[in-house]
């Protein structure tokens, strides 16, 4: 299988650098993902990455952009989330917080659904002018597949409440995410005949290659 793609970026001539998070890196990536589905070949692009050295503001910036130029372009495989420094280092705080990007970016993606129960024409007609649609039975049931309800790193409480919860940053609410996540985590079970098969094939490939074993494979 074939994947068209890469990491292609712009040349920032004051600095000698390649900035990854730079607007027009995400617009090489959409245009050559261009080629790459007129072909009919799955595309890949490093985008959802900062050139920022913390997770702050530009980091931010930069990464939610270029995630969203990347969804609308039609990438099939988008990597750079968690990254920063021109791709040189990774950030798990950075990583939770480009998730709730990506999910925002995949919620664009997936538009405004014009359909009869969703514009609830009727219940406009029933309320008026009123405006009273939130003790309605169908409010309560639409708005959960109508609105992306981010986790707690995204804050969307009032300043007081912000206050009461001790004030954290996106930063430090990401990083209590994470180690809620790590802590949590579970292996997805693999079928032992699947997994002995990945490793004779990879077995297989790297005696083709000359190589001996694959330290991942332990003796075998």
Known sequence: PIVWGGAPAIFDMRHGTTPMGAVETAMIDAAYAQVGQSLGLPTHAYLGASDAKLVDAQAGLESGVTAVIGALAGINMISGAGMLDFLACHSVEKLVIDAEAIAMAQRLLAGM?????????????????????????????LFRQEQLLPSAVIDRGSIRAWQATGGEDAFARARRRAAQLAATYARPALDPAQEAALRQMMARLAAEAGMARLPALGAE
């Open 113 to 141: 659904q014009p359909r009869t129960d969703t514009l609830a024409t009727g219940l406009v007609a029933g309320v008026g002018f009123d405006g009273a649609f939130l003790k309605h039975k169908l409010t309560r049931q």
